[in-house]
């Protein structure tokens, strides 16, 4: 049974950071792309960042470029998003998900998602 449970969000002050962390199981996590994706209220999902599976490869969304890193363990099937410099526009729900195929920023795009955690960042 594939599982992805995200942690780490809170609440912060614009300025501040926050590291997600999504713990990945049953699935051949070392083989998938994985990404990191949020949604805030009335909003579409969109793609945070993104990283191969060997993390040789990154992407980022412009809005965060320069502000979020995403690293991966593949030996601790764990993923991670490192924001820096939060403004209150990141304050959304966000969620790794999981994918083989070839990494993209598109939330149709995976197949696998957690439940997310939640980010909320005051002015």
């Known amino acids: 049974q594939v599982q992805l449970v995200e942690s780490g969000g809170g609440s912060v002050q614009a300025g501040g950071s926050l590291r997600l962390s999504c713990a990945a199981s049953?699935?051949?996590?070392?083989?998938?792309?994985m990404g990191w994706f949020r949604q805030a209220p009335g909003k579409e999902r969109e793609g945070v960042a993104a990283?191969?599976?060997?993390?040789?490869?990154?992407f980022y969304a412009d809005s965060v470029k320069g502000r979020a890193t995403i690293s991966r363990d593949n030996a601790e099937n764990t993923l991670y998003l490192q924001m820096d410099s939060l403004k209150p526009e990141d304050t959304a729900m966000y969620y790794c998900?999981?994918?083989?195929?070839?990494?993209?920023?598109?939330?149709?795009?995976?197949?696998?998602w957690g439940p997310g955690t939640q980010v909320t960042v005051s002015s």
């Open positions: 998900a999981a994918d083989p195929s070839p990494c993209s920023l598109r939330a149709l795009d995976y197949k696998y």
């Open positions: 990283i191969s599976p060997s993390g040789y490869s990154t």
């Open positions: 049953g699935y051949s996590y070392s083989g998938a792309c």
